[in-house]
Antibody, heavy 123, light 108 residues
Framework: EVQLVESGGGLVQPGGSLRLSCEAS????????MSWVRQAPGKGPEWVSI???????YYTDSVKGRFTISRDNSKNTLYLEMNSLRVEDTAVYYC?????????????????WGQGTLVTVSS | EIVLTQSPATLSLSPGERATLSCRAS??????LAWYQQKPGQAPRLLIY???NRATGIPARFSGSGSGTDFTLTIDSLEPEDFAVYYC??????????FGGGTKVEIK
């Protein structure tokens, strides 16, 4: 079974930094589009960033210049480096894979998702 | 940025009834819309992509329809495990990819 396992969340003060990891099993992340999606308490999901199989990256405006998505192919692991954290970055952060149905890749439909890791930014 | 508005916010139904959920986009997204189900403490799960295609393993009681700005997720004959929150998401114009605010389907 394809699996994604996030880690690295925790409590951090405003202005601080954190690095999230997402280890993939039973597929090779470099062959897929991989995203980070976050969900603040009681809110809907919010897409954060995507990395293409080519290595190209995109971000939502609110994290540009502060967050960096990357991957380590040798470890089959996706990362999200988060700097200058703000209270409003508090959320559960999920990694998610672009889906693949009937031989067609859909980079922006997310399936599967990891279980999430909670990031709390508070003084 | 395309804004997705879901209605109603809460739908109170009994098992066996039909659920009809709506998602309206602030501009046309063609058929580039998906639906997700989320249960408490779990990640969202993809149900429908490209407006009307069921993802792998999704039961036939889930169906999606619509195009342009108006979309519907229908759940025929609600099962106990279907009571959850449902989100729509668009990929027509991005970044950013955007999600709706959700509809909670609760037991009446």
């Amino acid at each position: 079974e394809v699996q994604l396992v996030e880690s690295g969340g925790g409590l951090v003060q405003p202005g601080g930094s954190l690095r999230l990891s997402c280890e993939a099993s039973r597929f090779t992340i470099s062959n897929f589009y991989m995203s980070w999606v976050r969900q603040a308490p009681g809110k809907g999901p919010e897409w954060v960033s995507i990395i293409y199989s080519s290595g190209r990256t995109y971000y939502t405006d609110s994290v540009k210049g502060r967050f960096t998505i990357s991957r380590d192919n040798s470890k089959n692991t996706l990362y999200l480096e988060m700097n200058s954290l703000r209270v409003e970055d508090t959320a559960v952060y999920y990694c998610a894979r672009g889906s693949f149905f009937n031989g067609v890749s859909y980079p922006a439909w997310f399936d599967p998702w990891g279980q999430g890791t909670l990031v709390t930014v508070s003084s | 940025e395309i804004v997705l508005t879901q209605s109603p916010a809460t739908l109170s139904l009994s098992p066996g009834e039909r659920a009809t959920l709506s998602c309206r986009a602030s501009q046309s997204v063609s058929s580039y819309l998906a639906w997700y189900q989320q249960k408490p403490g779990q990640a969202p799960r993809l149900l429908i992509y490209d407006a009307s295609n069921r993802a792998t393993g999704i039961p036939a009681r889930f169906s999606g329809s619509g195009s342009g700005t108006d979309f519907t997720l229908t759940i025929d004959s609600l099962e106990p495990e279907d009571f959850a929150v449902y989100y729509c998401q668009q990929r027509s114009s991005w970044p950013p990819l955007t999600f709706g605010g959700g509809t909670k389907v609760e037991i009446k």
